[in-house]
């Protein structure tokens, strides 16, 4: 289990959840509790040193409230004076609940941020696009993923506006128009069918010809936003399917693997006519192929 030092309170995961349920208790183990009480100490000096009214009554012995405390980390957080810690088994699955409670409680909202800037392809200025619904719609393509029922889910994060199911939108870095059919909001292997999504929210659209890195925008007020830079791949292989009905299967997976991941690349040697994969690392590269045999049944 954890210790949560605002509250003072145990955090005990039942062995055999896999951490989906969890006991809170004041009844904190006394072997625990001494170092506990010395880490809640240093916690809350170091909160108080980033706001006066909170040293004032620190020095002064006035007892400071769980409230206070979370209000100034957050905004201490926010100006990226301090870090949050917290303890946890991703092995296991324990601690997820409190790091999402964490993740409301200290991390900014869309409209705790400056807002996004980016470039105007049809003049070449700079632009902003503030967190509201207001603004025209712009969004970033964060990920690609080809789903076997629906076809490419683009996951697309929404910095201003909104967009609806049937709206067109502007690919703007390639000029490409395209329209929205399907939006889906992902509850990890579960999904819902949604209507619009406003500023601020993340979803992923069907059928929609992206890479990764794409601006999707309002086609009458065009913008282009810091598009993610990846690393050039430092390893190759060579593969080849066993039988000849295989490789058409196998150019289209691996277009949809290159679409899916930017740092894995496909090219053939002109020497010998194989087929070469590129990425990242051997790991990178065991792990596509295994996905090739797998998931789409190539041999």
Not at 113 to 137: I, L, M, Y
Not at 195 to 217: K, M, R, W
Request: proline share 6%.
């Amino acid at each position: 289990g954890v210790v949560d030092l605002f509250e003072m309170k145990a955090y005990l995961w039942r062995g055999d959840e896999l951490g989906a349920k969890y006991d809170i208790t004041d009844d904190i183990p006394e072997d625990v509790r001494p170092v506990a009480e010395e880490w809640r100490e240093k916690m809350i000096e170091a909160i108080v040193e980033t706001d006066e009214e909170l040293m004032e009554k620190y020095l002064e012995g006035e007892e400071i409230s769980v409230d206070e405390l979370k209000k100034a980390l957050r905004k201490a957080t926010i100006n990226r004076e301090l870090v949050p810690m917290l303890c946890g088994s991703a092995f296991k699955n324990k601690g997820v609940q409190p790091l999402l409670d964490a993740v409301i409680d200290f991390l900014p909202s869309p409209v705790d941020v400056p807002p996004v800037k980016g470039v105007n392809p049809q003049t070449g200025e700079e632009e902003e696009r503030h967190a509201s619904d207001d603004e025209p719609f712009c969004a970033l393509a964060f990920k690609v993923m080809a789903d076997p029922y629906a076809g490419q889910l683009t996951y697309f994060r929404v910095y201003s506006g909104v967009v609806k199911a049937g709206d067109t939108v502007l690919i703007a870095n390639k000029n490409k128009k395209v329209r929205v059919g399907r939006i889906l909001r992902m509850h990890a292997n579960q999904r819902e069918e949604i209507t619009e999504v406003y500023a601020g929210d993340i979803a992923a659209a069907v059928g929609i010809d992206t890479t990764t890195g794409d601006t999707l925008s309002d086609p009458n007020k065009p913008i282009i936003l810091e598009s993610m830079e990846f690393p050039e791949p430092v390893i190759a292989m060579a593969i080849e399917p066993k039988t000849k009905s295989d490789q058409e299967k196998l150019s289209q997976v691996l277009n949809k693997f290159m679409k899916e991941d930017p740092t894995f690349k496909v090219s053939v040697d002109p020497e010998t006519n194989q087929t070469l994969i590129h990425g990242m690392g051997e790991l990178h590269l065991e792990i596509m192929v295994d996905r090739m045999k797998r998931d789409i049944t190539l041999k």
